[in-house]
């Protein structure tokens, strides 16, 4: 039989061999990045065991026992593990039966991906702005908007808070506030981990709440996401359509179309790895916001991202707001300034009703006042996060700024 695989090449075309520590991109040692990875130490030996063990694919005790582990460090009751926030998020729109027409409303202040597989999926998307006491979904605009709404009968099929840079949304009151129409609530809790709202898990409260576990993220699988609820019909629907919707039986028998969206035994091994570091990471990146703002403090003009009486933010992400014509300089001149130093620093999301793939959208509620979402994009500067940042890089990033204030 002739040979098919592998097939060697004459000696002459041999190519030469590949050293990945030449060809992949060497990053700059100096540089100081926004919310890098940290690993907790045990992931080596998580990943060594899991590929040892010869399960790799999205299946198997280490997937289950990261989906355990998330439960315990939420409080969620049922929790299916998947291939990114985002998988979750469209899951959460599938479990709801969101419809082409529906509406979905959001916060303005968010990532796309919160209404992106919405949209993919035929849905029509609102959004209203935030609240300056927590730069989350404004609860009053909602009452107002769905009010209206029901009275026009054109409700929307789902209403998605959002939980920014690590600090919770107003659950509670949101799910309120929509149980009265009969709204479901989806809480995008991607940033979230580790943040608390009434001393519960961020996005406890929602039907369904979407995690994520991406690289920069407080605790990361490398990518990931998981979807919870307290609803074990609704993620066993998601868990369902995760696996391509595969009905139970020897042979492939599908019902209805569903997604390749598992997580693989790989990356749930270094997530599973690194949750018992949560609290810790929190803490960690709290610490870095007190030092931000007593580094900072005395300088006119700065002013960071507030933390309601009712929440603990993870803070994920520190974020500063620059008055420039209080302190002298505006959020772009302290961007670029920490650019120059090799210092990555990031704006506020740009709001969704003012991307272009939205046009028209405009927001909901709130006639005759400004959109407080759009004085955040063009003030907010989110700072280096990370949890292993030193203090020494701190104290760097800190005189930075200060010398960008001219007084």
């Known amino acids: 039989m002739a040979r098919l695989w592998p097939v060697p090449l004459p000696n002459a075309a041999q190519p030469a061999p590949i050293s990945l520590r030449h060809s992949l991109p060497q990053p700059t040692p100096t540089n100081i990045w926004l919310s890098p990875p940290h690993l907790a130490g045990g992931e080596m030996a998580a990943l060594q065991a899991t590929l040892e063990s010869g ?6 005790p280490v997937p289950a026992a990261f989906e355990t582990a998330i439960a315990e460090a939420t409080g969620f009751p049922h929790v299916v593990a998947v291939a990114s926030g985002t998988a979750a998020l469209h899951l959460a729109y599938r479990c709801l039966d969101l419809q082409p027409g529906d509406e979905v409303w959001t916060t303005t202040l968010t990532f796309v991906a919160s209404i992106a597989p919405a949209v993919q999926m035929g ?5 209203l702005d935030v609240s300056p006491e927590s730069w989350t979904l404004d609860p009053n605009l909602l009452a107002e908007a769905l009010a209206k709404a029901g009275r026009a009968g054109k409700l929307p099929r789902a209403v998605v808070p959002v939980d920014l840079y690590g600090q919770c949304a107003e659950l509670d009151t949101i799910r309120a506030i929509c149980d009265r129409w009969g709204v ?32 920069n993220k407080i605790i990361t699988a490398g990518g990931g996401g998981a979807l919870a609820s307290e609803d074990a019909g609704l993620i066993a ?9 595969k009905e139970p039986g020897p042979h492939y028998q599908h019902e209805t179309t569903g997604f390749s969206y598992g997580l693989s035994s790989v990356l749930a091994a270094v997530g599973l790895a ?22 900072l403090a005395g300088l006119p003009g700065l002013r960071f ?24 300089a505006d959020r772009e001149t302290i961007r670029h300034a920490l650019a120059q130093a090799g210092i990555e620093s990031r704006p506020v999301w740009k709001p969704l009703h003012l991307q ?9 509620g709130g006639k005759g006042r400004s959109s407080v979402a759009a004085d955040l994009f063009e003030h907010g500067l989110c700072l280096p996060s990370g949890s292993a940042l030193s203090a020494s890089d701190q104290a760097r990033i800190i005189g930075i700024i200060r010398h960008c204030h001219p007084g």
């Open 55 to 60: 399960w790799v694919a999205p299946a198997g």
């Open 237 to 245: 629907r998601a868990r369902h359509l995760a696996t391509q919707a």
């Open 274 to 295: 690194q949750l018992p570091a949560l609290e810790s990471r929190v803490q960690a990146r709290r610490a870095l916001f007190e030092g931000y703002r007593r580094g």
């Open 356 to 364: 272009p793939v939205f046009r028209g959208a405009g927001l909901l």
């Open 123 to 127: 849905a029509r998307p609102r959004f």
């Open 184 to 215: 479901a609530v989806l809480s995008d809790s991607a940033g979230g981990m580790g943040a608390l709202h009434h001393g519960r898990h961020a996005g406890r409260g929602a039907q369904l709440a979407a995690f994520s576990f991406n690289g």
């Open 305 to 328: 991202m507030p933390e309601p009486a009712w929440a603990r933010s993870s803070r994920w992400l520190t974020a500063l707001l620059v008055n420039p014509a209080e302190f002298g």
